[in-house]
């Protein structure tokens, strides 16, 4: 479908999708006689000569579209003389519904799921999917997407009450009853615990029984990859982010996971290729410009930097890029991007209104616009502090407010949450978040002028994976106190390790 409108040849598709042969068709659809009837005129294609290997037509009524499915499956099999395992001819022939309405409900949800991170794209998920079993209610798979909907809007703190985690309970209970052992099934009970309980041993052992069912699915290796890199095995994850992106070349969402691990890593050749592959495949996506920038800026090219930025917001979702990005445009960005990200409206940050206080405070810093800076982190304070009052153990959110108390100049109300925050999501629990809490305790060390305290963090970060580079060292001026510090200097004109395990 991303080649639907795509003004280029057979040969150029395939080449851009690493593929030796290209499915193509198409699908009309008629109502006649009282019955929705398709019709699929499906040809297999070889990319290498432009030859066409198999082609077809089916007539069909809707009720009857698994078995076209099915047939186009098997056909395309045989024409490229493969055989396949008892597994695989299962999942060519089995029908997920009956019900052709709860199917469409499905697919919608699809859909909605793999947009993104957003909150209403999730509730939208939920709610198609809530209509699919109530119209299906032996549908495995929609019980088992609808669990992972749940759990991920628990995982998110946009609702993580434990009635939330009930819903995504009883959900994966139901896909279990029908089908205990099929990969959705699986997968859903693996992300149950992943994101209703951090238990990464118990989420890994279903992630990798049902890639035993399906070796091949980027969805389930994706998942064993955040795994891995939760667990602090980074080269491994990276090694399993990057083979799921050679099974799904034009999936954004694991390029994006593979490019922040190469970047946190420090493996910043890896990061470049990942960001540039990005670019070509989906260059309305704000991702690949904001890491390719990343990687130009550990050489100290700020201006070349920039110039990728800029590129990005002339070619995709300019507010995406600019909220995605948003510290790099307040201290790498010129006055105007500056003006531009300080005039974001709250969407562009989806449901976090915390990220929307950070970034317009820092914009009103950065414009020397203090009076209304303060206004704006006061806010960030407010909706912190509800954040903390409702979920005491979101360490993201103890987080968030110790930054803003550091910028209010509550320099004890700053430390302590920082503090809590870390003790809350330690390394030793999560390598990857974890990380992350100890990169915002130093930059809440260096907001409040505490230099000692701030290397001693730094010295501790520049040893393991983290999103602080040594060109944000060298160049954001929120470390700017320090420049003149010979620690610092030390610090940041060492060669930093590499490939971190």
Known sequence: MQHKDAKKSVREIGQELEAAYVLEGSVRWEKAGGQNRIRVTPQLIRVSDDSHVWADRYDAV?????????????????????????????????????????????????????????????????????RAVGLDSSFTAAWALLSMSHAFIYWQHWDSSPQRLELARAA????????????????????YRYWGFRDYPAALEEFTAALRSRPNDADIIE????????????????????????????????ALQGAETACMMRRFADCAEIADRMIRIAPEQASGYFFRSLVILQSRDAAAALRVLHEGLERSDRQHLLAFAWPQFVWLGTPEDRAALAALPVAAFGSDTVEYYASQGEARLALNDSARARVLFDSMR???????????????AHSALGIAYARLGRRADAVREGRRAVELLPLSRDAFEGANRLDQLALIYAIVGD???????????????????????????????????????????????????
Not at 224 to 244: D, F, P, S
Request: aromatic letters at 6%; charged letters at 30%; proline letters at 6%.
């Open 382 to 396: 407010a909706s912190s502090a509800r954040r903390v009052r409702r979920y005491p153990t979101d360490d993201a």
């Open 223 to 254: 998942a064993i990859g955040l795994i891995e890199r939760r667990q602090g095995r980074w080269t491994q994850a990276l090694r399993t982010q990057r083979h799921a992106g050679e099974l799904e070349p034009r999936s954004t969402d694991i």
């Open 451 to 501: 230099p000692d305290a701030t290397l001693e963090q730094l010295r501790r970060l520049v040893t393991i994976p983290t999103r602080i580079t040594p060109g944000e060292l060298r160049l954001d001026p929120i470390w700017g106190r320090l420049r003149n510090d010979p620690r610092f200097q030390q610090l940041v004109s060492q060669t930093l390790p590499t490939d971190l395990q």
């Open 62 to 130: 809707l009720a009857e579209v698994f078995d076209v499915q099915s047939t186009i499956a098997e056909k395309v099999v045989g024409a490229l003389g493969v055989a396949l395992g008892e597994p695989a001819k299962q999942e060519i022939t089995s029908r997920p519904t009956d019900n052709s309405a709860a199917y469409d409900y499905y697919l919608r949800a699809r859909e909605t799921w793999s947009r993104g991170d957003e909150e209403s794209d999730v509730r939208n998920t939920v709610q198609a999917l809530e």
């Open 172 to 191: 994966m209970d139901r896909a279990q009853a029908l089908k205990p052992d099929a990969p959705e099934t699986r997968l859903a009970r693996g992300y």
